[in-house]
């Protein structure tokens, strides 16, 4: 059964999560793979499996200027921080995920558009240009967290299942693993996750806006395991 838009935006419950983490296959006519012998050819970037910075059109977008933002920025400068960002923009269509959803083909998953991947070319833009050392990035395994990962470019992305929600929330099981991530987390530079609003708000309580970026100062020992520091608004 279809999810709907108010209950999830997330994979349903139904979807069965790989024995492995196998790359996802990217729609073709969407990302521009060029395949041959089912090898995709190396002209475009693929980390993680669904990325290229190919019409993204960030340099249209700016970050609105807060001292929430000013305050996130320099904590991750500083270093010892994380930074956990929600997906970029990916129209929801008629709910959440469409019919026959499945972890490694991302043409059965709602996918970022144009907007979203200008929004994590601009992401990774604005992280490099702040000075932000990037130590370690780890991404949800659906396609759209993916692809935003890989077009930030601020390093080889990795994959977590912690960072992806169930219909409505967070499993116990992943919330524990994506704390332990959080609260443990040392630096020097900056822990970047890239996940869903359902897997964000079961940690911090709030469900930040596509490609969002909340910054929070990890609290080893003391739930809820972090602190936030500040929130960076969306490149509009």
């Given amino acids: 059964m279809m999810t709907n838009a108010a209950a999830s935006c997330d994979p349903p419950s139904s979807a069965r999560l790989p024995a492995s983490h196998p790359p996802p296959r990217c729609p073709i006519r969407r990302i521009g793979f060029v395949v041959i012998g089912g090898v995709a050819l190396s002209l475009l970037i693929v980390v993680g499996g669904c990325a290229t910075s190919e019409n993204a059109r960030s340099e249209d977008l700016t970050f609105p200027p807060s ?3 000013e305050e996130a920025w320099e904590a991750l400068v500083k270093g010892g921080h994380v930074a956990l960002i929600r997906h ?6 008629f709910g959440g995920e469409p019919r026959g959803f499945r972890f490694d083909d991302c043409g059965t998953q709602r ?9 994590g070319v601009a992401l990774g833009k604005a ?10 990035i780890v991404s949800s395994l659906i ?10 470019a601020v390093g080889q992305v990795e994959s977590s299942y912690a960072l992806v929600p169930g219909t409505n929330d967070l499993p116990p099981d992943r919330l524990r693993e994506l704390k332990e991530m959080v609260s443990t987390w040392r630096g020097p530079g900056t822990l970047v996750l890239v996940t869903h609003g359902f897997t964000i708000r079961p940690l911090i309580g ?10 929070l100062r990890p609290t080893p020992g003391v739930e809820p395991a972090a602190v936030v520091v500040g929130r960076i608004a969306p490149p509009q």
Wanted: hydrophobic share 40%; proline share 4%; with cysteine.
């Fill in 206 to 215: 709030i469900i930040p806006a596509e490609a969002e970026t909340v910054v």
């Fill in 127 to 136: 992280f490099r240009s702040h000075g932000v050392r990037v130590d370690r």
């Fill in 143 to 152: 396609c759209r967290c993916m692809e935003t990962a890989s077009l930030m």
């Fill in 88 to 93: 970029g923009n990916a129209p929801r269509g």
């Fill in 67 to 69: 001292l929430a933002a």
């Fill in 111 to 119: 996918n970022l558009d144009e907007k979203g991947r200008a929004q």
